[in-house]
């Protein structure tokens, strides 16, 4: 699994769904709702295998249901996947 910030994973999908929407990135709010870009199911998902590549981890799609913005999905991601290992004794 890869290591990430949440400000990397705020990145990665605005830049993702920028290229889906063929829009600047800069237009993409990480605080507005995904619903809210226009985007359809099926940009949902790919963008979604964008970042399940990107985390190295797979992810249920009804997530982006229970975390609508790129904020609030990034820091599920952060906070679920880059939890610290426990130390050894």
Do not use: C
Not at 18 to 30: S, T
Not at 48 to 70: C, R, S, V
């Amino acid at each position: 699994m890869n290591t990430f910030t949440e400000a990397q994973l705020i990145d990665f999908f605005r830049t993702k769904i920028a290229e889906e929407l063929g829009i600047d990135k800069n237009e993409i709010e990480p605080t507005i709702e995904f619903i809210n870009f226009g985007l359809d199911s099926v940009n949902a998902i790919f963008i979604l295998q964008h970042i399940e590549k990107y985390i190295g981890a797979e992810l249920n799609p009804l997530l982006l249901w229970d975390y609508p913005t790129i904020e609030s999905f990034s820091k599920y991601i952060v906070d679920t996947f880059n939890k610290p290992k426990s130390a050894h004794l």
